[in-house]
């Protein structure tokens, strides 16, 4: 198949309406109406075949997490989303792959409305690389940087299912369906990023793992956080297939969750917790911000909790 058959095919199974779109895939670059009183929030991912997917995983599933993770950065700046680019490379035109990568990126893209504006197509290693835009009122976005000492520590829905999926998933172990899915097909929490915006002190989606992204929020807003391990919500599976040790270190290090880590003072905490749940994901308190700098985690006794690994790095 030719390139440009390949890019026809993507754009007809992605094809999405909106008004806001004034000129989208064909020409040298799209037209987009950017709402007057909004800014536009921009962010890029990309999803590398054998380091964010294995060689050989599903396409479908590949093509709606390369935009999860997109759409995840937009919850957790409290933006909503609207236009996403694909810049993809692939090792050959095999329209076996690529109509099912398209489905499954048009699934969750119909679900949140974003239409597929434009990119790129290049042959290469399999690499996947969406830009995602959205918009947010000016003074509304969630941030990393202001989180202070006294706010709680929240969390939506829950930790560790990913890296749980991903373990089963590596030791060739019989999958737990929820397991497998929360990783193959992470649910973005825009709905609640959009229920925080203006109202938590500092956002961050957990993609690392919960205590290498919570440090990235006391790094920015400069203060620390204090974690109660055995507040961390666990879905039914992981309490069924891992013991405390093995949970622990999945919840607190696993990556790929994509839930929100947030804070929010005491004040607005009852109101919010209240639309959480009604948007359909509850958030659960985990801990509080402390003056000082670092995540500190301890059990309900106060002993402190180890941390063999603290996420996911490149580079590292
Ligand atoms: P140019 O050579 O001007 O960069 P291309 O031939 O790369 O244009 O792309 C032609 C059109 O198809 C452009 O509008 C571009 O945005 C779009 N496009 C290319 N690849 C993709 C893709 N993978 N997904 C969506 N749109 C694409
Ligand atoms: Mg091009």
Redesign the pocket.
């Known amino acids: 198949m030719a390139?440009?058959a390949?890019?026809d095919l993507?754009?007809k199974r992605?094809a999405i309406l909106r008004a806001d779109v004034a000129l989208?895939?064909?020409?040298?670059?799209?037209l987009l109406a950017v709402p007057s009183g909004q800014l536009l929030a921009v962010s890029t991912d990309t999803l590398v075949a054998g380091v964010h997917f294995l060689h050989g995983a599903d396409a479908r599933d590949v093509g709606w997490k390369s935009l999860a993770v997109n759409l995840s950065d937009m919850a957790a700046t409290g933006a909503e989303p609207a236009w996403a680019?694909?810049?993809?490379t692939l090792p050959g035109a095999d329209a076996r792959w690529v109509e099912p990568f398209a489905d499954g990126f048009a699934d969750l893209a119909r679900l949140h409305r974003v239409a597929?504006?434009?990119?790129?197509?290049?042959q290469g290693p399999l690499s996947i690389t969406v830009t995602i835009h959205g918009f947010v009122a000016e003074g509304a976005a969630l941030t990393r940087s202001g989180a202070r000492a006294g706010d709680g520590v929240y969390v939506t829905g829950t930790l560790g299912d990913a890296a749980a999926g991903l373990r089963m998933v590596l030791s060739k172990q019989a999958g737990n369906a929820h397991l497998l899915e929360r990783l193959h097909r992470p649910t973005p929490r825009v709905a609640q990023g959009l229920v925080l915006r203006g109202r938590a002190t500092a956002c961050i989606d957990v993609s690392d793992g919960l205590v290498a992204d919570l440090g990235h929020i006391c790094t920015a807003s400069r203060v620390g956080a204090a974690i109660d391990a055995d507040a961390l919500p666990a879905s039914p599976a992981l309490l069924a297939a891992f013991d405390i040790p093995d949970r622990r270190e999945l919840q607190l290090a696993g990556g790929d969750d994509y839930e929100l880590c947030f804070t929010a003072p005491d004040e607005v905490a009852p109101g919010l917790l209240r639309e959480l749940h009604d948007s359909g994901c509850a958030a659960t308190r985990i801990g509080r911000v402390v003056a000082g700098s670092g995540v500190r985690v301890r059990d309900a006794s106060g002993n402190p909790v180890a941390i063999a690994h603290r996420g996911w790095e490149h580079f590292a």
């Not at 989208?24 to 799209?30: F, K, Q, V």
Request: charged share 20%; aromatic share 4%.
């Open positions: 390139e440009f390949l890019i993507i754009r992605c989208g895939i064909g020409d040298d670059a799209a680019t694909l810049a993809l597929l504006v434009g990119g790129d197509t290049t």
